[in-house]
């Protein structure tokens, strides 16, 4: 009798995306700065990122009820310049994808703001939403727990603190301390989940007896 594998859902599958035909799992998903769209998916060298839009063909404004499993800092070397960018990683019905920008930039500010407000409120490991808008000048993000809810996810102190350094421009230095705040909250997440998993392994092998 052969077994069969169920494949995970595509990023774009899950985005309710038209064209599936070039979508795979663990995709990137640039935040436009100043586009007419907000989200892009990234397909490669060869072709150019693809804006992702709600099936009556209005650009995409918000990623629903995800699971935020890592934040991280990552540099990118290009021909040009390097950059160093806020690469935070989704999971939502088996798919995996990871919302990436410039550190410095306000939507990174943004995101980082709202993650320190789940944290603050213990609310890491609990489905969230995020939303995007254009502000005066930049792409803006508001992290909810509820979709519909026009409450956001904030830290007052992350807040100020980001104020301060956008005003002495050293803001890359004090988002790279926040973010790796984040990072040790999401590998302490990650070890409580093995630790239970482990505890529940111990308890099934204990019914099993003598072999």
Known sequence: MSTST???????????????????????????????????????????????????????????????????VVTVKGAERTQVKLNVTLEK??????????????????LVTGLMGAQEQNLLDTPL???????????????????????RLTSDDTYERL???RAGKFVEEEMQLMIGLLNEEFHELKQDVVKVDSIVSDQDNSDLGEM
């Open 6 to 72: 169920l494949a995970k859902p595509s990023v774009v599958d899950v985005l309710s995306e038209a064209d599936t035909s070039k979508a795979t799992t663990g995709q990137l998903i640039g935040i436009a700065l100043d586009s007419s769209g907000f989200l892009f998916l990234y397909q490669g060298e060869d072709s150019s990122p693809k804006c992702l839009l709600n099936p009556d063909g209005s650009p995409k404004t918000r990623l629903e009820n995800f699971l935020v499993k890592d934040v991280d």
């Open 93 to 110: 019905q088996g798919a995996v994808c990871t919302l990436t920008t410039g550190i410095q930039y306000m939507p990174a500010q943004c």
């Open 129 to 151: 939403t995020f939303e995007f808008w254009k502000g005066r000048s930049a792409t803006m993000c508001n992290v909810k727990t509820n979709p519909f809810d026009r409450n």
């Open 163 to 165: 104020a301060a350094a």
